[in-house]
């Protein structure tokens, strides 16, 4: 019996006997996981300290919970002031690092542009172009492949030899336009621009701004803008598991979306409309025409979607924001006449009645070049800038940037800060551009970042390929509608007194132009007159060739 009571004793111990054990372990392991996974949870949002300052965050959100529905940039300068040029942001997990000064633009994205010349994934942007729109893509070979056919097509030479015969006869028609149409002169400078556009990239020209070639890059953008805005959508990059709410229940995806068919649908149209024409034995010199040629020998790099987005870009560039700027410049003239007074002296001392100007007379108009500039400035159509991107970790002045950071260029911020030399920023004075005689482009390359005109081209290599057309177009408006007419704010027909223009009347979104708004258009004498309608009468034969 003994013997039998020791082996008994001698048999392991059944596990169930352990169980407390086990279970009490589980717990802690449990336990240890839920302190851990809250723990990174309330890292999330939060700034590294080496990063640049920036205003407090929360967890999760970072300081998500900061940024307005609209009016971003103005909420950045009030940042930029408080923090310094150089400050950062968290949105959730993602680093943003906001550049509000000269030299850290300079600096970074102008000499380090391989590094800084990406952009950052957009879900959005993803939605509303399916990755095929050059201004959103990241900095791929297509990408590359894109900027380097428009920075060819749109060169100075190229501007000079094809481009300037369609502006000159183009603007013509718009002068003819604003003295028979006085009251239509918004719907004016929208056609123009769209026409020498469509001119330039599809060989067809908008008459009207009610043809289809008048109107169609705004009826593309119609909420592409609204759709970009910092603010205006959910942080679904930030937090990606927002992506997979119901479109039916997302009125952000529902205006994405919508922007997406209606720009498929006009550039497709566009595109098509030329193949038609080639496809009767009509050729054109423009860039489609051009580029099929070539694609024909060699094959098409790119799919029809973004073969039609890039022709489509290009219009974009050289319509949307070139009249933004002028209708920005419109309304600032009518509310500041003495600028006009001060430009046409100018004007009369080269042109006279009998003869408009023209881009041989820029070197001896140099006040002209200051009202384009000052729009610019004053304005600028992007004005929180298109997000840059780096590609690898750096540091600036002792302050970490993050590799993959969204590296903001805030234009408006910048062109409104006294400390960066714009002396009373809210007003219009191309007077403080009276040392900047040349075109932007010889600013944004030069490595004396002070002597800077403005930043409305933005900086580095994704800078604006479209700067010369966009320059050339906006100097010869202005100097051809001051040449003929006095721009003033409009006056109530019954009291007589003047009805102030708001300033602050414009579209919120990525997009920032003037709202629709009246002005008194009277041309500046008879002679005027007269010399606009005979310039129109000798470019009329002109306009066939592209209708």
Not at 203 to 224: E, I, K, M, N
Not at 252 to 273: C, P, V
Not at 363 to 374: F, L, S
Request: proline share 8%.
């Amino acid at each position: 019996m003994d013997h039998l009571m020791q082996y008994i004793h001698s048999i392991p111990k059944s596990p169930a006997i352990n169980v407390a054990v086990l279970v009490k372990g589980v717990y802690s392991a449990l336990a240890v996981l839920a302190v851990y996974g809250l723990y990174r949870i309330l890292q999330t949002g939060r700034r590294d300290p080496r990063m640049p300052p920036g205003p407090q965050t929360l967890p999760v959100l970072g300081n998500l919970h900061q940024i307005p529905i609209t009016g971003f940039y103005r909420k950045v300068r009030e940042w930029g002031i408080e923090y310094g040029g150089v400050f950062s942001l968290k949105f959730g997990n993602s680093n943003v690092i906001v550049l509000c000064d000269r030299k850290a633009i300079h600096d970074l994205v102008d000499k380090k542009g391989l590094v800084y010349a990406d952009r950052p994934h957009s879900y959005i942007g993803q939605l509303l172009t399916e990755g095929d729109h050059m201004v959103l893509s990241p900095g791929d070979p297509i990408t590359r492949l894109k900027r380097k056919i428009v920075t060819h097509n749109v060169s100075p030479k190229a501007i000079d030899e094809k481009l300037a015969p369609i502006q000159e006869t183009e603007i013509t028609q718009l002068m003819y336009d604003f003295l028979t149409k006085p009251e239509d002169f918004y719907r004016h400078l929208r056609r123009v621009t769209s026409s020498i556009a469509c001119t330039f990239v599809y060989g067809q020209r908008g008459p009207t701004f009610d043809s289809f070639w008048g109107h169609c890059v705004y009826d593309a953008l119609h909420v592409f803008g609204a759709a970009l805005e910092p603010g205006a959508n959910p942080p679904v990059d930030e937090f990606p598991f927002l992506q997979l709410w119901p479109t039916r229940f997302s009125k952000w995806k529902k205006r994405a979306l919508a922007s997406r068919e209606a720009m498929d649908n006009i550039w497709s149209t566009a595109r098509k409309t030329v193949e038609e024409r080639r496809a009767r034995g009509e050729k054109r010199d423009c860039l489609t025409d051009r580029l099929l040629d070539e694609y024909e020998k060699t094959g098409n790099p790119f799919t029809q979607h973004a073969f039609d987005m890039l022709l489509g870009e290009v219009v974009e560039g050289g319509a949307e924001t070139t009249s933004s700027s002028l209708l920005t410049v419109v309304l600032a003239l009518a509310r500041n006449p003495w600028v006009s007074i001060k430009a046409q002296k100018e004007i009369d001392a080269v042109c006279g009645p009998e003869r408009s100007p023209t881009w041989s007379d820029f070197d001896k108009m140099p006040y002209i070049n200051c009202i384009v500039k000052e729009g610019m400035r004053f304005r600028p159509v992007i004005s929180t800038g298109l997000p840059h991107q780096n590609a690898r970790e750096d540091w600036y002045e002792g302050m970490l940037i993050p590799k993959g950071s969204t590296i903001l260029l805030p234009l408006w911020a910048i062109q409104h800060s006294e400390h960066l030399g714009y002396k009373d920023p809210e007003s219009f004075n191309p007077d403080r551009f009276l040392n900047h005689p040349k075109l932007a482009d010889a600013y944004a390359g030069s490595p004396d970042y002070n002597a800077r005109d403005h930043y409305g081209y933005g900086s580095g290599r994704r800078m604006c390929p479209g700067i010369h057309l966009a320059e050339r177009n906006q100097w010869r408006m202005v100097a051809k509608l001051l040449w003929a007419f006095d721009i003033r704010e409009p006056v109530d027909p019954v009291t007589g007194k003047t009805i102030p223009l708001d300033p602050e009347a414009y579209e919120l979104g990525l997009l920032h132009g003037p709202l629709p708004f009246k002005c008194k258009i009277t041309p500046r004498s008879a002679a005027h007159a007269a010399t606009i309608r005979k310039e129109m009468e000798a470019v009329r034969p002109a306009f066939a060739k592209w209708e």
